[in-house]
């Protein structure tokens, strides 16, 4: 089988043998494409068209032909629709021909979205070589994990050879340090013939700050209207704006059409300044909903710090209107606060009433639903969630963002008692909520997950200062010499230690993280995903047990099943706790049937229960 997703930009192969190349460069006044030939160039006009279009089709490149756009005579730059870089973002781009891949997983239709338990990966630092052809080799121990859906980290062609992969310059390139296109196909159709969807994380609020040439030949891509922490706006909603909005739009397809991505995670979308009607997420969700049609399960997800809820509403029939889910900061903090005691930085917003504000998470959402941030400066935060499933709330206790945005990269295991860490991982894996892994944590990794990246050596430095001085609002680092300790993002040893270290497999400690988390999974998979197929007729409610640890959390099912979480998430013993009459489907080890029967929950214990 054949897939191939036709822009109107790029460098596009055609039926004939030709290959049709088209830029939008509105201040260029002559445009031309370089082909690299042998021990030379040649140098080809693109004949102007309307609305700053310049287009070439051409016998003179083929499948493989390495080639740059030349501007006004004066400058060499990539495709900025590159399908692929050989030689980094400020080499040539190379024509790709996409029907060349032979796909075999036709009669995949990805899985929908309630059976969703995911396993975010930085393909760079997951497997010692860091390519996408070794992703394939740890791909039956994720389904023994039981993940049924593996996140990848942007892999859009960034600058060096190593970055989280939000510095990308050219979207519609996987990075060459990770492979060739055709690597990443081929990854993505195993997993799809072990039932695993693949979804990936894609940045359309910034581009990186090396090797982005749009300024030069297209400043109609940005505006200073509009200010996000990377400077300029994208141009979403000004003059000239659809061609811009044109690029991103089609930029989500071909991953889905092209590369049968499963789904889509939207980065920081709070930054993507639009003011205009209908709003670019508005836009992008009903394009891709109208272009894949209703035969494939395919999912969109955002990370929002606004927590606007509006974009996850259902249709009167239950279904996806736009976006199924969105990464549930509130649940992390909140999770965090009461397994670390840690309260710095955003951690303050949830250092007040921890339980309450963990019970609203695991019930409602968000727990930001128009309140106070006394964080942000006294701003609302959040609109409410009524109606919503539970499922369109991704709940961690670890990923990138959260393990990678400490100063040293510290995983959760490092920094907070063992027995509040299980009590945490029982309570979000078996919540309705989707949950979400980081990469390692299934096995108790100690390694870090550092901030790293491969800048030309003049921004390096500036980088380095501005990942140091982030820190300054918190406590530990107010004094500028310990902020000098925080690793160089730019050293090579610091993405060394970002690598996961799959040898801590061997030691029992490090097993017996891993059986905790199959276990539950598989408890997930056996005992809350059946209910969750008409998920938003879920009636959920929480109680606080008043001056202590306790909680108790229900939901009840549309079939009529009731499900029933009790935990003492405190470090002292509680008593007179109501169990439920109903199964108990897991109990921390530390509770027994007699002290249950009791009322009697031990520190940091966990129990759930399914009443029929």
Known sequence: MKRRHNMPFGAECRDDGS?????????????????????????????????????????????????????????????????????????PSEVIDPEAFDWQDADWKGRPWEEAAIYEVHVGAFTPSGKFSSLCNRLDYLVDLGITAIELMPVADFPGRRNWGYDGVLPFAPDSSYGRPEDLKRFIQLAHARGIMVLLDVVYNHFGPEGNYLNSYAPQFFTNRHRTPWGNAINFDGPESRAVRDFFIHNAVYWLDEYH?????????????????????????????????????????????????????????????????????????????????????????????????????LCEGFDYQGEISLYRNGQRRGERTIGLPPSAFISFLQNHDQVGNRAFG????????????????????????????????????????????????????????????????????????????????????????????????????????????????????????????????????????????????????????????????????????????????YASDEVSDTTLKKGILPPWSVVWFLES
């Open 261 to 361: 991505f499963d789904g889509l995670r939207l980065d920081a979308v709070h930054a993507i300044m639009d003011d205009s009607t209908p709003h670019f997420l508005t836009e992008l969700a009903e394009t891709v909903r109208n272009v894949v049609g209703s035969d494939r399960r395919v999912h969109l997800i955002l990370e929002n710090e606004l927590n606007q809820a509006h974009y996850l509403q259902l249709t009167e029939e239950c279904k996806t209107k736009a976006y199924n889910a969105q990464w549930n900061d509130d649940i992390h903090h909140v999770l965090h606060v009461l397994v670390t005691g840690e309260k710095d930085g955003y951690y303050s917003d949830y250092s007040s009433h921890p339980l309450a504000r963990l019970g609203r998470c």
């Open 410 to 585: 510290e995983r959760i295991t490092t920094i907070g008692d063992a027995r509040a860490v299980r009590a945490a991982i029982a309570i979000f894996l078996l919540a309705p909520s989707s949950p979400l892994l980081f990469m390692g944590e299934e096995f108790g990794v100690e390694t870090p997950f550092l901030f790293f990246c491969d800048f030309e050596k003049s921004l390096a430095p500036a980088v380095a200062a501005g990942r140091r001085n982030e820190f300054a609002r918190f406590a530990r680092f107010n004094d500028p010499s310990a902020r000098e300790g925080i690793p160089d993002p730019s050293a090579p040893t610091t993405f060394k230690a970002s690598k996961l270290d799959w040898h801590d497999l061997a030691h029992p400690r490090h097993q017996e993280w891993l059986i905790l988390y199959r276990n539950l999974l598989k408890l997930r998979f056996q005992h809350i995903v059946p209910g969750l197929s008409r998920g938003c007729d879920v009636k959920a409610g929480y109680e606080v047990y008043e001056d202590s640890s306790g909680l108790t959390s229900h939901w009840q099912f549309p079939d009529g099943s009731k499900l029933t979480l009790v935990a003492n998430l405190g470090a002292n013993t509680l008593t007179g706790v109501t169990i439920p009459e109903a199964q108990m489907i």
């Open 19 to 91: 290959v049709r190349f088209r830029l939008w460069a509105p201040s260029a006044k002559r445009v031309e494409v370089s082909l690299a030939a042998a021990n030379r160039s040649v140098n080809l006009p693109l004949k102007q068209i309307d609305d700053g279009w310049f287009e070439l089709v051409t016998d003179a490149a083929q499948s493989g032909t390495q080639y740059r756009f030349r501007i006004d005579d004066a400058q060499n730059v990539p495709d900025p629709a590159s399908r692929f870089q050989p030689r980094d973002v400020h080499g």
